[in-house]
């Protein structure tokens, strides 16, 4: 039989089977920090375990499914990694560092059923969707590259694929990366960016998970909206923005909109103007993206002074506005470049 990945049971899943074995359920909390806090990469390591239970462990679970196969550096300092899979697969991710920051930009499906016009990885079609084990080994793989002086400070869910389409491997994925007994990044720390499922949202929003959430807008009417993300035709802008209106934000937090400045679709003087009339009312901010054009994306990039023009726009009709600095753009790592662009 094929062992489990440990990393696949959250903490109560791991009580249950410490009770089941009649070992204290405290044991259970032990092995989580063994797993995340200190990424130890073998059960031999974990001391404050008697030899008995270590044992019992080994014989029932293996403890990594994920290999960094490949990594390339970008002049910015941004690296992509391609994560190869127990059965062949593999997604990518993208390390951004900054001044203070240090943020892994992680991948949650191969591939991606949304076919967003715009996105690479939308172009693969779905394969499958990655288990929790294989969401967080994708951190720990970067952490154990980037050795301890480099701690990871940021988490964004937003490489392959939509998170909220493998909703419970991601949940159980977020409980650890955000447990104090896991990972320990604070809910301020992890994002989660959707193209809109409105039933995963309204699921989402009950859970105490207190992560940011970031909403991949990208047009102001639903014609545009359709034609650049299939996903509006089943979840239309309307509902979409009646959801993040009524979304319980903790105090001093706001709702990220991303948009996808695509020349010729929704980049005019009069989308900006909508684009703030419609926000009005939704504490938020407005993350700017400019177009990373691709092989196969069939649209060409925006020039930075449309960026520019649309980017004041919003600041005057004062909507908190940042424009995302394209990174890793030379080594296929911006956003939408996942997905392909590792042949030499
Ligand atoms: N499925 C999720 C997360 C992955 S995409 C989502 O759609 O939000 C992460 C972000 O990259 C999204 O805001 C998406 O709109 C943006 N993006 C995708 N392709 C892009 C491209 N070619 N250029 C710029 N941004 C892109």
């Keep these: 039989m094929q062992k489990e990945n440990i990393l696949d049971w959250s903490m109560e899943d791991l009580e249950r089977l410490m009770e089941e074995w009649s070992e204290s ?3 259970s909390k032990q092995i989580i920090e063994w797993l995340y806090l200190k990424k130890a990469g073998a059960f031999a390591l974990m001391t404050n375990l008697s030899k008995d239970l270590r044992a019992k462990l080994e014989a029932r679970f293996v403890l990594r ?3 960094i196969q490949d990594s390339r550096e970008s002049k ?4 992509k990694f391609l994560f190869g899979l127990n059965d062949g697969n593999a997604v990518e991710g993208v390390y951004m560092p900054d001044e203070n920051r240090r943020a892994l930009c992680v991948s949650t499906q191969v591939g991606c059923k949304f076919h967003c016009a715009f996105c690479l990885t939308g172009k693969m079609g779905f394969i499958r969707n990655l288990s929790p084990a294989e969401i967080l080994e994708q951190v720990l793989a970067v952490q154990e590259w980037l050795g301890p002086e480099k701690t990871l400070t940021n988490l964004v869910l937003m490489g392959m694929g939509e998170p909220l389409d493998n909703y419970d491997n991601v949940m159980k994925a977020l409980r650890i990366f955000n447990s104090p007994a896991g990972f320990k990044f604070g809910g301020r720390k992890i994002t989660l ?3 809109g499922l409105l039933p995963a949202l ?3 929003q009950k859970e105490d998970l207190k992560i940011n959430l970031a909403i991949s807008l990208n047009a102001v009417d639903d014609a545009a909206r359709s034609r650049i993300m299939p996903a ?3 979840y239309p802008l309307k509902d979409l923005l009646k959801f993040c209106r009524e979304y319980p934000l903790q105090p001093g937090r706001r709702i990220t909109f991303e948009y996808v400045l695509v020349p010729g679709v929704n980049d005019t003087d009069e989308d900006a103007e909508k684009l703030s009339r419609l926000l009005r009312g939704i504490k938020c901010k407005v993350n ?8 196969g994306v069939p649209f060409s990039s925006m020039p930075q002074d449309r960026v520019d023009r649309f980017h004041k726009i919003l600041v005057n009709s004062n909507i908190s506005v940042f424009t995302r600095k394209s990174r ?3 080594i296929l790592a911006a956003c939408g470049q996942l997905g392909g662009g590792w042949a030499a």
């Design 25 to 27: 359920k405290f044991r």
């Design 202 to 204: 309204e699921r989402f």
């Design 65 to 67: 499914s994920l290999k």
């Design 76 to 79: 910015d300092g941004s690296v």
């Design 328 to 330: 890793g753009g030379d």
């Design 193 to 195: 960016s959707t193209v």
């Design 232 to 234: 509006n035709k089943k």
């Design 288 to 295: 700017l993206i400019p177009l990373n054009a691709g092989e």
